[in-house]
């Protein structure tokens, strides 16, 4: 499932709303609006369903044997209650509504699934995943990598080639509405050289998401190298009692080059980490150009 991608310049706590709440976002692209007065019909269905019934049967006897004082009190008293059914929304409106107001005011800096077609669709998966192997590996986590920068850099990525697809989606669109009257030789050589436009920026689009998706393999890569190592070297840790078992059961002549090529393996793991980290450094430089 394509999470919201959202602008990084959007505040932190906006965007959060945002991608937390896609399905309902959906809903208000096609159209649908949450209702204004959730509390005032809950207050109504409250009240007309019998709850104000003994209040005021209690209010009209207090009324006949109590002082006016009393009776003051118990009409203030359900006065409130009402005040406050009235106000109180759920809290499912409520998310609703701010949901509602924040994608208004934040409306252009955020895309949900109904702003790409399915090449886009799976594109932008692509890169979704890329991005959550780089930001979740150990290497990452860390610091191994540059987390920092990945951490800006990336959503970043996200966001501008979101926007790219979401701008193609909309044009491959109006392009087929188009081409859908019927083309004569003369519409068809005029719309040539559109349909280039369109075939080359989706060309450079997914030349960055290979790009991102290169440097996703590389951490990968150095992720397998550094858990390698770490084995290797809790095997490594051990080795003392091997050979003095090797050597007090005379086995040494067939154990030994054996045990000897481990800590070649650590030393040679070691070397791979460091080329796959700086393999990634690298893949890193070339995203987004």
Do not use: C
Request: hydrophobic share 50%; net charge negative.
């Amino acid at each position: 499932m394509l999470r919201v991608v959202v602008d990084p310049e959007v505040p932190a706590e906006a965007a959060n709303l945002l991608r937390r709440n896609g399905p309902l976002l959906s809903r208000f692209r096609r159209g649908w609006t949450p209702e204004p007065g959730d509390g005032f019909r809950n207050a109504a269905l409250v009240i007309l369903g019998g709850t104000a019934l003994p209040v005021l049967a209690g209010v009209s006897l207090v009324g006949a044997v109590a002082a006016p004082l009393i009776l003051l009190m118990m009409v203030e008293a359900f006065v409130l209650l009402v005040l406050y059914l009235v106000r109180k929304p759920s809290p499912t409106g409520s998310l609703e509504r701010v949901l509602y107001r924040q994608a208004n005011e934040w409306q252009g800096r955020f895309l949900v699934l109904e702003d790409f077609d399915l090449p886009a669709r799976g594109l932008l998966g692509r890169v979704q995943q890329a991005i959550d192997r780089i930001l979740r590996s150990r290497v990452n986590n860390l610091g191994l990598l540059d987390s920092v920068r990945n951490s800006v850099m990336l959503p970043a990525e996200e966001w501008e080639i979101a926007r790219l697809l979401a701008k193609l989606s909309a044009l491959r669109a109006r392009h087929r509405d188009l081409a859908g009257g019927g083309r004569t030789p003369e519409v068809i050589a005029a719309m040539e050289p559109l349909e280039q436009a369109l075939a080359d920026s989706e060309a450079a689009v997914v030349a960055r998401v290979e790009a991102l998706e290169r440097y996703a393999h590389h951490v990968t890569e150095a992720d397998h190298a550094l858990l390698s190592q770490q084995q290797i070297e809790v095997i490594r840790a051990h080795l003392p009692e091997y050979e003095q078992l090797v050597a007090e059961s005379g086995a040494g002549t067939l154990l030994a080059p054996e045990i000897g090529r481990l800590a070649q393996d650590a030393d040679l793991l070691h070397r791979a980490l460091h080329e796959s980290v700086r393999s990634a450094h690298e893949a890193f430089r070339y995203l987004g150009r």
